[in-house]
């Protein structure tokens, strides 16, 4: 198994977009930080380690569509 780690510095100019199981759809501003609650980092910068053999992002844990939602209202 491989690891790909991803560490970016991304400088306030990030953009997130959800649809939950409804078809619901958050967005966030142009300018938002990268949310600090959904595991891939925080503030200006995007951190994960992806398993090249399955695809999944590695200590990834399940997120609620409320969490997700909170987190990019947030940023």
């Given at each position: 198994m491989g690891i790909l780690t991803i560490s970016s510095?991304?400088?306030d100019l990030n953009t997130f977009r959800y649809k939950d199981k409804n078809g619901k759809?958050?967005?966030s501003n142009d300018y938002a930080y990268v949310p600090d609650d959904i595991g891939i980092g925080g503030g200006d910068y995007?951190?994960?380690e992806i398993d090249t053999e399955t695809g999944q992002i590695l200590n990834w844990k399940k997120l609620t569509d409320e969490?997700?939602?909170?987190?990019i209202k947030n940023a």
């Open positions: 510095k991304s400088s759809i958050t967005k995007v951190e994960m969490e997700v939602i909170d987190a």
